[in-house]
């Protein structure tokens, strides 16, 4: 086995319908968390972590990827991409995105809705002292109905693996970040769906396979629907959640601090008086009108707030312009097919 992990594939293909009407003419991996495409930040995770080399498995809206990521250049690492015709499941599309890795070893896997503060390194490493087949990152929740429910031994070697059930056994939950050795990946059916949540891992429990579980309960956050969309950014902001793609844009000026609770693009007009509290991101261009409140908003590259506009919980499209004294509240204002 390699003793270093260079390589991952990023799950982006998703619909996203959960997210509508965010998701009409954007797939759900590129929306923005804290003005930053969702993907970007685990990029530069997968970077900070060694990683050299990064397929995106992409299908909806698969032409939105290429032109903003380009050949990975400008994150310091290589990107391909893989394109299902058709939805192809985790399993199917991890299978089809390897045929474009071109490095050996090991092949970290990530969701593409799941922002986490865990030790990638530290999971690379336990994979590897541990000489796993499949290294699944857990983490812990309140109510793990939702989410494929994992067991292990003292040694955190995987017992058991239920997807989604209405009495799981334990909070302990398969948070969406994987380590798969390449044996493992090429055993996976090409060219079918396939889940390795249903069909790959509880496979290798029956064969006997070395799964285990690296626990980490740092911030974990599943994106799943607009409102936890909204709280990826508030945290970002608030210091709850941490991303090394935010600390660059910050550094680099292309995301800039308004007071303690508020994130914004450049060239943003406030006209004074305004208000913004509570976790707002303002994009680009937008303008901020006289006398309005903001509170945990997210605001497009360009839009405009009228003055006197009060807006709660909302996100507005890029360049949408708000009416004067608009009152809205977990609304979704100028998005359309």
Same mark, same amino acid.
């Given at each position: 086995?390699?003793?270093?992990?260079?390589?991952?594939?990023?799950?982006?293909g998703?619909? #996203?319908?959960?997210?509508?009407?965010?998701?009409?003419?954007?797939p759900?991996p590129?929306?923005?968390?804290?003005?930053?495409?969702?993907?970007?930040?685990?990029?530069?995770?997968?970077?900070?972590?060694?990683? &050299?080399?990064?397929?995106?498995?992409?299908?909806?809206?698969?032409?939105i990827?290429?032109?903003?990521?380009?050949?990975?250049?400008?994150?310091?690492?290589k990107?391909?991409?893989?394109?299902?015709?058709?939805?192809?499941?985790?399993?199917?599309?991890?299978?089809?995105?390897?045929?474009?890795?071109?490095?050996?070893?090991?092949?970290?896997?990530?969701?593409?809705?799941?922002?986490?503060?865990?030790?990638?390194?530290?999971?690379?490493?336990?994979?590897?002292?541990?000489?796993?087949?499949?290294?699944?990152?857990?983490?812990?929740?309140?109510?793990?109905?939702?989410?494929?429910?994992?067991?292990?031994?003292?040694?955190?070697?995987?017992?058991?693996?239920?997807?989604?059930?209405?009495?799981?056994?334990?909070?302990?939950?398969?948070? *969406?970040c994987?380590?798969?050795?390449?044996?493992?990946?090429?055993?996976?059916?090409?060219?079918?769906?396939?889940?390795?949540?249903?069909?790959?891992?509880?496979?290798?429990?029956?064969?006997? *396979?070395?799964?285990?579980?690296?626990?980490?309960?740092?911030?974990?956050?599943?994106?799943?629907?607009?409102?936890?969309?909204?709280?990826?950014?508030?945290?970002?902001?608030?210091?709850?959640? &941490?991303?090394?793609?935010?600390?660059a844009?910050?550094?680099?000026?292309?995301?800039?601090?308004?007071?303690?609770?508020?994130?914004?693009?450049e060239?943003?007009?406030?006209?004074?008086?305004?208000t913004?509290?509570? #976790?707002?991101?303002?994009?680009?261009?937008?303008?901020?009108?006289?006398?309005?409140?903001?509170?945990?908003?997210?605001?497009?590259?360009?839009a405009?707030?009228?003055?006197?506009?009060?807006?709660?919980?909302?996100?507005?499209?890029?360049?949408?312009?708000?009416?004067?004294? &608009?009152?809205?509240?977990?609304?979704?204002?100028?998005?359309?097919?």
């Amino acid at each position: 086995m390699s003793t270093k992990i260079t390589s991952a594939i990023l799950l982006v293909g998703g619909m #996203g319908t959960r997210m509508q009407p965010l998701t009409f003419t954007t797939p759900k991996p590129m929306l923005k968390v804290a003005g930053i495409p969702f993907t970007e930040h685990q990029i530069v995770k997968a970077k900070e972590a060694g990683i &050299t080399e990064i397929v995106l498995a992409t299908s909806f809206m698969a032409e939105i990827f290429e032109p903003y990521f380009g050949n990975g250049e400008k994150f310091g690492l290589k990107i391909s991409y893989a394109v299902e015709e058709s939805a192809l499941g985790t399993g199917g599309a991890i299978r089809n995105a390897s045929k474009k890795l071109t490095g050996t070893g090991p092949v970290v896997i990530f969701n593409g809705d799941v922002l986490s503060s865990h030790n990638l390194v530290e999971q690379m490493n336990f994979h590897l002292n541990n000489n796993a087949d499949v290294t699944l990152y857990l983490t812990q929740v309140a109510d793990a109905r939702a989410f494929g429910v994992v067991e292990f031994d003292e040694d955190k070697r995987i017992s058991s693996f239920n997807e989604k059930m209405e009495n799981p056994p334990t909070n302990m939950i398969n948070a *969406g970040c994987y380590i798969f050795n390449r044996n493992v990946i090429d055993s996976i059916p090409a060219d079918r769906v396939v889940s390795v949540e249903r069909e790959t891992f509880p496979g290798l429990l029956q064969n006997n *396979g070395r799964l285990f579980g690296f626990v980490d309960l740092n911030y974990w956050l599943d994106i799943g629907n607009p409102g936890a969309l909204l709280k990826a950014t508030t945290d970002l902001i608030s210091g709850a959640a &941490t991303s090394s793609a935010l600390d660059a844009a910050l550094e680099s000026g292309r995301i800039s601090r308004r007071g303690s609770a508020v994130l914004q693009g450049e060239n943003v007009t406030f006209e004074e008086p305004s208000t913004q509290d509570s #976790g707002c991101y303002i994009g680009s261009g937008a303008i901020v009108g006289l006398q309005s409140t903001l509170s945990r908003c997210v605001i497009g590259e360009g839009a405009k707030i009228g003055e006197k506009a009060v807006l709660i919980n909302t996100f507005v499209a890029p360049g949408f312009s708000i009416p004067a004294a &608009t009152l809205a509240e977990n609304a979704f204002l100028g998005f359309s097919r």
